[in-house]
């Protein structure tokens, strides 16, 4: 063959490699972590407003004396919150239901770490402020 190597050689080396090779499927995935404050429209925290995930059932938290609330939600970026003020007026008044959706978050990316997936894995911190409207005293 031409340079001492004959296509017949070549060949074969490519075939043996092809045999021997492993294919890989996958894709990239992400971590989402969600911090928000709940206030009234006068920028005062609301304690006790129930927050619910409509994208992951399982997801509920109560908002801290600070108004304060952390969803750790893993798997998807369009997540819709619902809040819903469950005491009436012993937090303060009672406040109409709300939603947030992802639109509306201040996303910052933290970093890629492809430690946790050959593909890529990507983790985000989110944060919202949600106003609350008053509707009794």
Known sequence: GFFGVSCGE?????LEILRNARA????????????GTVTDQDGNPIKGIIIKCLS?????S???ASGEFI??????DKPVYVFEDPDGP??????????????????VRK???????????TSYDATVTKK???VIE
């Open 132 to 134: 609350l409207k008053k």
């Open 111 to 121: 970093g890629t770490d492809n430690s946790k997936n050959p593909f890529g894995h």
């Open 10 to 14: 070549a060949i074969d080396e490519d």
């Open 90 to 107: 012993e937090n303060g008044g009672m406040f109409a239901r709300d939603t947030t959706r992802g639109a509306d978050l201040y996303v």
């Open 62 to 64: 109560v908002t801290s």
């Open 24 to 35: 890989m499927y996958g894709c990239p995935t992400a971590d989402y972590s969600v911090k």
């Open 56 to 60: 992951d059932p399982n997801y509920s």
């Open 71 to 76: 969803d750790n939600h893993f798997g998807t």
